[in-house]
Structures are given as C-alpha cells and as structure tokens.
C-alpha cells in the first residue's frame, strides 16, 4: 500500500536515481516483465510506455500533457477490463465498507515519473517538470489529473 493521498500511483517514496530503484514488496509499478501477469494494482503496462514514447516532447504545453495523460488513463483502464484485471477486496479505511478498492488511475505526476523512470527524460529534468507541473496545478486548481479541483475535497467515498 503506498498510503499517501490515498491513490495508486507509481511509488514516489523512492526517489534513488538508480536504473530502476529497488523492489518493494510486491509492489505494482516497475519492471513489469518479472511480475505476475495479472497483479491488481498495476498501474503501467508496456502498451501504455509505447504509447508514452511516441507522444511525448519535451515541448509539450501542460494541457497537451493532461490531455496525453487522459489517453494513458483510458488505456489503462481498458487493458484491465478487457484482461478482467480486478482490485482485491478491501475494508476501506475511511468509511468502513468492505469491497474492490478503487480502480487505480495514472496521475498527471505518475506520468511524469515514468518519464524518469524509463529514461525519457534525465531525472533532473524531470524533477523540475514535477515542480512546474506542481506550481502549474496550485495556479489553476487543478487535482491530480489536471482536472478543476472540486472545492472541498472530500467528495463521495470512491473507497480510496
Ligand atoms: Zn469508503
């Protein structure tokens, strides 16, 4: 469980400018090739990384990135459903209700990190894109997909 703001991402607690960083324990995110084919929490697959290569330009305006991230998000999300990929069940920390934990999504932020993470982007490049996009989004009230934050946050229970 990665904790944090309640979402999956791609781990960000580490940071080490390694090839690929350590293994967590089972933990969804890199180095798909070694991991069980089917693991729930998986947010990346190689469709998604093509996907990402070909689009991406170091040029690229921050809503041409959110709109790129959409399409990683739509994809992501067919993939598990036509591979019938399902989230475990969980008792959901905030209400109590016992079901599938929410679907995983890709960030705008975990988009980015895959642009480090598989080499597309130099890591310090990539650092100072997270902090633009992180001053982008404060200045536009963005959430973490680049949409209009909903004022107040604390929307219905999604089950993290
Ligand atoms: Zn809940």
């Known amino acids: 469980m990665t904790g944090g703001d309640g979402r999956r991402f791609l781990p960000e607690t580490s940071t080490s400018n390694g090839p690929s960083g350590s293994r967590h324990g089972g933990h969804a995110g890199l180095q798909w090739s070694t991991m069980p084919y089917g693991d729930a929490q998986r ?13 991406w330009r170091a040029n690229l305006s921050f809503s041409e990135m959110i709109a790129l991230r959409d399409e990683l998000d ?3 999300h067919r993939i598990r459903s036509e591979r019938h990929i399902r989230t475990p069940v969980i008792r959901c920390r905030r209400c109590g209700h016992v079901g599938p934990a929410a679907e995983p999504d890709v960030t705008v932020r975990a ?5 480090g993470r598989f080499g597309l982007v130099p890591a310090d490049a990539m650092k100072l894109l997270d902090k633009r996009w992180a001053a982008y989004r404060e200045q536009h009230g963005l959430d973490l997909y ?3 934050a909903i004022a ?3 929307a219905a229970c999604g089950h993290l």
């Open 43 to 55: 947010t990346w697959f190689p469709e998604m990384l093509d996907v990402l290569r070909v689009r």
């Open 74 to 76: 739509a994809m992501l």
């Open 111 to 115: 988009m980015l990190f895959s642009l």
């Open 146 to 148: 680049g949409k209009p």
């Open 152 to 154: 107040g946050g604390a």
